[in-house]
């Protein structure tokens, strides 16, 4: 996730373009960088100037950076990074510059190893390590090869990639043009008196306009000072010219009426509100160019391990803190149900204090948001050092446990502010479940048929998040109800298998943010302590998906009600055994009995916000808390 802005008009635009991408830090914020044309006058026959500047770290390094070496003009582009493709250094921050083009770019190319591959084999140079840049070699080659302008040259490139882009393009050649382009990835206009702004998002340029398009998939933009040219790309087949259809289309701006502070959160009261309704799509982006449903399998250079560390390791040994560490169990999980190796799980501050037996034949598999836990970085440190092979499951590109490990699956949840951890779980779950998936077809201790159909119903899982979020209302009605009108000082989180990491990591969101004591239990234990709590004043969540718990769990359910707890239920669609003993019920869809964790923390997420908001706490940044703990 990284954030783009582009500006044509009659104004200064590198100070519009850098205060855009202040804006748009929450994308990314790991380098950034500016391309400007200047269009004062040069010798005979010279093109004007394009100017490039780029910094690594936050937007005050490129502001300090263009103090040093002014980018005079008023056509421009720029990028806040949140790296996918390569580490976060200067080389690999955009804009890419190819010949006379630079392009800033937003999303993943899927195809981008054999793109590039045949761009090497043609004797292009590359620069950097990124997906982009060959997006950059594309368009210049097809100026090259005779494209008449910008806009043709950048629709003859993206008929070649395959993947999500919100990409911006600009030619010292064509100086007074910008090219725009969108798939997947979002992108919007904004319209001014003679003056034209593209950005991710609407903060960026709400101070200027109002009046904003929001672009589609396939959208094709030649933006000039005061006009706008939108056309719609489709692709068919290999790409060649005559395999492109553009369809020219009218979009009519629309007016935002939300301050520039609510666009920021996109109307969303909190970021991590906004994050929990992120899922979906930050789900999409995990799966995306990892997976194959023809033959039921992930793609081995995303995981990068050799599939001989596959078949010759041993044990899994899983380490994480905090809620990576609740995803972690249930990576343990799969790789036993899935893969049939046996893994453990361990908490990364306890493993690092034990001597803990590892070495040779086992893989650890490192499971951390921000990839800087002090705590899980030192565990990773000592069992490499004892020979464990190393496998970091990160969001932040380029930190400090990927760049111990030997191999790293990224999450590419984009930049999570919320101190609470939302978007960054469920993509971890979905991390460890394709290489659960992975693991089992390299060891042949999981068919085809049955990857296929995992990853199949794991494809169909935003889908069915977005039905559960559309039970945000029916949640908050929930916290303020059981939890915030009773002023309830103590909730129980029970689940089973798959659903216990899930009670655990529901008690954990209510703990942190509503700062009501909460515990989670594997429902099983509930009668060996927990059980003696148990009155009319206790709020206890039981997580019971339909799985081979089911009935289990329907037990306890009893045995909460026989001493009047308060039940808050999660439980299947259409289900009458639980949902007639519970007070109240979260009805999820229908999943493989797998993947429920996908589903079954999202109500979770949601109560615990509510109940937080309602409380008026501190969502964002809870009393006591860090999003990044690098201290022991
Ligand atoms: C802190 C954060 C949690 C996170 C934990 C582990 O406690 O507040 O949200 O789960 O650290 O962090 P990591 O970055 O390693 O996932």
């Not at 582009?77 to 392009?103: K, Q, S």
């Not at 799969?334 to 046996?342: C, H, L, N, R």
């Not at 699956?409 to 101190?419: D, R, S």
């Not at 909730?491 to 909460?518: N, Q």
Request: charged share 25%.
């Amino acid at each position: 996730m990284c954030g783009i802005v582009g500006y044509i008009g009659p104004r200064a635009c590198a100070p519009l373009l850098i205060d855009g991408l202040r804006k748009l830090e929450y994308r990314g914020y790991d380098s950034a960088g500016l391309a400007v044309i200047d269009t004062s006058p040069t010798a005979l026959g010279e093109p004007p100037k394009l100017g490039v500047v780029r910094s690594v770290g936050k937007l005050g390094k490129l502001d300090d950076a263009i103090r040093e070496r002014p980018l005079p003009g008023n056509i421009g582009i720029g990028h806040t990074r949140w790296a996918t493709h390569g580490r976060p250094t200067e080389g690999n921050a955009h804009p890419h510059l190819v010949g006379d083009v630079a392009v800033v770019h937003n999303g993943i190319l899927e195809n981008h190893v054999e793109l590039r591959n045949e761009l090497v084999a043609l004797g292009r140079k590359f620069l950097s390590e990124t997906d982009t840049e060959i997006a950059a070699h594309l368009i210049d080659i097809e100026l090259a090869n005779g494209a008449p302008t910008l806009l043709e040259a950048t629709k003859l490139a993206l008929s070649r990639v395959r993947g999500a882009y919100a990409i911006a393009a600009v030619s010292r050649r064509e100086p007074d043009v910008i090219v725009v382009a969108k798939s997947f990835s979002p992108l919007v206009l904004g319209i001014g008196d003679g003056e034209v702004f593209a950005a991710s998002d609407v903060p960026a340029l709400i101070q200027h306009t109002r009046d904003v398009i929001f672009l589609e998939d396939g959208d094709i933009c030649e933006l000039r000072a005061g006009a706008v040219k939108i056309e719609r790309l489709l692709v068919h087949g290999d790409g060649s010219p005559e395999r492109i259809t553009v369809t020219p289309v009218v979009r009519h701006p629309r007016r935002i009426d939300w301050s520039p502070a609510q666009a920021e959160k996109q109307g969303y009261k909190h970021f991590m509100l906004k994050e929990i309704f992120e899922q979906p799509t930050a789900l999409e982006n995990t799966l995306r160019g990892r997976v194959s449903l023809d033959d039921g399998d992930i793609n081995s250079g995303e995981i990068g391990l050799s599939p001989e560390i596959a078949r010759s390791i041993r044990r899994v040994v899983l380490l994480a803190c905090g809620t990576s560490h609740h995803a972690a169990i249930a990576g343990r999980n799969w790789i036993e149900s899935v893969a049939k190796v046996p893994a453990t799980v361990e908490l990364a501050s306890e493993f690092r204090y034990r001597d803990a037996i590892i070495g040779e034949g086992d893989l650890v598999i490192a499971v951390s948001q921000s990839g800087e836990t002090a705590d899980t970085l030192a565990a990773v440190r000592d069992a490499k050092r004892q020979g464990a092979h190393i496998l970091a499951v990160a969001n932040v590109v380029g930190s400090a446990i990927p760049r111990v490990a030997d191999a790293s699956l990224y999450t590419h949840a984009g930049p999570e502010i919320g101190v609470a951890s939302t978007k960054a779980f469920t993509t971890q779950l979905s991390a460890l479940l394709m290489f659960a998936v992975w693991l089992g077809r390299r060891r042949e201790t999981l068919g085809e048929d049955r990857a296929k159909q995992i990853l199949q119903r794991a494809i169909e899982l935003p889908t069915a998040m977005r039905e559960v979020l559309d039970l945000a209302d029916a949640c908050q009605k929930i916290a303020r109800r059981q939890i915030v009108a009773t002023e309830a000082n103590h909730c129980l989180f029970l689940g089973r298998g798959l659903s216990y990491p899930i009670a655990l990591e529901g008690a954990l969101k209510l703990k942190e943010i509503s700062y009501v004591h909460a515990e989670g239990y594997a429902a099983g234990e509930m009668k060996h302590g927990p059980i003696a709590l148990i009155d009319a004043a206790m709020p206890v969540v039981v997580v019971a998906p339909k799985d081979h718990h089911y009935e289990k769990i329907a037990s306890n359910v009893q045995e909460v009600r026989a001493r009047e707890g308060r039940v808050i239920a999660v439980v299947p669609k259409g289900d009458t055994t639980i949902a007639e003993l519970a007070q109240d019920v979260i009805e999820i869809p229908d999943v493989d009995p797998e993947l429920t964790p996908f589903i079954t923390v999202i109500p979770l997420q949601l109560i615990a916000y509510h109940a937080a908001d309602l409380k008026g706490t501190d969502v964002d940044q809870p009393r006591n808390l860090a999003k990044t703990v690098t201290v022991e």
